[in-house]
Each structure stands twice: as C-alpha cells, then as structure tokens.
Nanobody, 120 residues
Framework: VQLQASGGGVVQPGGSLRLSCAATKNITYMNVISWYRQAPGKQRELVATITSGGIEDYEDSVQGRFAISRDNARNTGSLHMNNLKPEDTAVYYC???????????????WGQGTQVTVSS
C-alpha cells in the first residue's frame, strides 16, 4: 500500500490550491495524516498534521492560510492552501504513520509528492 498525492500546480501569489492524499487501494484505516514539503536546497519540513480524531496542528508560517482535513469514511486527506506565497513553492508530500489494511499494518508510509509552484 502506498499513498498518492495530487492537486499540485502553478498558481499566482494570493491564489489557492487543494492537495489530496489517498491510499493506492481500499484500506481499513489511516492513522495520523501529515503534509510535508521540501523546497530546492532545503530540508523536508512538516507543514500540517491531523490526528484520527481531527486534532490539527500547523507550522507557524502556514497558520491561518492552510487547512488540513480528512475523510475517515474514504480514508483520504486534504490540504487546502490559501493566500499562497512564493516561499510556499515546494514539493508537497503526504504521510501517515500507520495504515491498517485488514490484518496488515503498514508503518511510515509516504506519498510520491506533488509540485506546488507559486509565481507571478
């Protein structure tokens, strides 16, 4: 089982994008869902996290602009990004610490990344 991220693209400053994250097959349960990003020449950083119970946490620079959400029935996650800035340009990755698929457990699962470019 892997995660697949989608929804990236090119947007002007001040614009919005919605990223989505889903498992590559039907699964039973996905635990904590997080979004990370990595800009060229920089380390990967945690952007936002949502627990299975819906508790959200954000990196300071995106607080108030980004909103993380999840659909537990569909086992998907989303990152709504508003008022985008050039410094938000990065490859965005979704991540979960645990996937349950029937009797199987998959730990520390990453998506393949989706490019977000904010430029005028």
């Amino acid at each position: 089982v892997q995660l697949q991220a989608s929804g990236g693209g090119v947007v002007q400053p001040g614009g919005s994008l919605r990223l989505s994250c889903a498992a590559t097959k039907n699964i039973t349960y996905m635990n904590v869902i997080s979004w990370y990003r990595q800009a060229p020449g920089k380390q990967r950083e945690l952007v936002a996290t949502i627990t299975s119970g819906g508790i959200e946490d954000y990196e300071d620079s995106v607080q108030g602009r980004f909103a993380i959400s999840r659909d537990n029935a569909r086992n998907t996650g989303s990152l709504h990004m508003n008022n985008l800035k050039p410094e938000d340009t990065a490859v965005y990755y979704c991540y979960t610490d645990k996937i349950v698929d029937g009797v199987y457990r998959f730990l520390k699962v990453w998506g393949q990344g989706t490019q977000v470019t904010v430029s005028s």
